[in-house]
């Protein structure tokens, strides 16, 4: 993937749209690699595109790179050992201003939003306090 020529033009560059990029750097980190480590795994198990260690940093700097196809994402998710779902949908907030949730109230989504700025234990207590609101899931293979 190589850089994007017009960098004036790539959503990618707006701060407000670095989820992927952040996705990507964070998980990076938690899991302890380097960018070597991490773009040597990064291998799409279905067609075995690579994404490269330059494009992975790149990204990760907030330089203007060329939007992932489904393949790299593939290979990114193996590299993260994340669900590629999460790439998915990081990737379509950054690169095409997708906002992945798309079901319930204005409300609930503005409430989603404003999680991401909780730390982490805090949205962990948060979800407890929510689950203790609501009547237990009923057993499997029963609706409700």
């Not at 964070?26 to 795994?41: H, I, M, P, Q, T």
């Not at 075995?48 to 790149?58: A, E, P």
């Not at 907030?93 to 730390?119: E, I, M, N, R, T």
Request: aromatic letters at 4%; zero cysteines.
């Amino acid at each position: 993937m190589a850089a994007h020529p017009d960098e004036t033009k790539n959503p990618s560059r707006d701060p407000e749209r670095r989820q992927f990029a952040n996705l990507i750097r964070d998980r990076r980190a938690e899991l302890g690699e380097g960018l070597d480590a991490f773009a040597s795994r990064a291998l799409d198990p279905v067609s075995g595109k690579r994404v490269t260690r330059g494009w992975i940093y790149r990204l990760e700097t907030h330089e203007s790179v060329t939007p992932p196809q489904v393949e790299e994402l593939r290979a990114l998710a193996e590299a993260a050992r994340l669900p590629l779902g999460v790439l998915q949908d990081a990737a379509g907030q950054q690169f095409h201003g997708v906002d992945p949730l798309v079901g319930g109230s204005s409300a609930a989504k503005a409430f989603v939003h404003k999680l991401d700025q909780l730390p982490a234990d805090q949205r962990a207590r948060l979800l407890h306090f929510v689950d203790s609101l609501l009547p237990a899931d009923p057993p499997d293979g029963e609706h409700r």
